[in-house]
C-alpha cells in the first residue's frame, strides 16, 4: 500500500528525532557554535539542547508534523513548559530562523551554561 502523501509525489515524512538532527545539522552548516547542540526525546516529538554539568538541558522542541509535507513547529522550553515561535517548516528553514531571527533562543543559554560560577567566600 502506498502512503496516502506519497501518492502525491511528497516525500516520506521523517521522523521528529531525524527531523531535529537534519535541523541541528544544517544549522551546524550556517553557526559553529552549534556544535553543542543535542538531541534528544522519542515518538512525535524531538527535543534540542545542551549538556551543562553532564545533565541534558532541553531549549528547543520539534512537534505536530505536517501530514503531506516535511514541515514541524519549533517551540521553545519557557520555564517549565513549551511555548510556540510561531515558526513552522523545514529542516532549512527552521535553521535559518534559529541562525537568524531566533539565535537568542540558543545561543544565550548556551553562553549562560559556559560562565563558570563563582564560589562564595572566593574573590
Known sequence: MVAPHAQ??????MS???????LVCELRHRDGRAAVLKV????????IGIEDDGEFVPLLRVAHASAKYN????DVRHQRSWAPT?????????AEAL???LQHL??????MAQVPTRRRGRR
Open 40 to 47: 534528544g526525546g522519542r515518538g512525535k516529538t524531538a527535543v
Open 106 to 111: 540558543w545561543t544565550i543559554p548556551l553562553a
Open 8 to 13: 502525491f509525489g511528497y516525500a516520506d515524512l
Open 16 to 22: 521528529a528525532d531525524s527531523f531535529a538532527h537534519t
Open 99 to 101: 541562525a537568524g531571527t
Open 71 to 74: 514541515v514541524m513547529n519549533l
Open 86 to 94: 510561531f515558526h513552522r517548516g523545514t529542516p532549512s528553514e527552521l
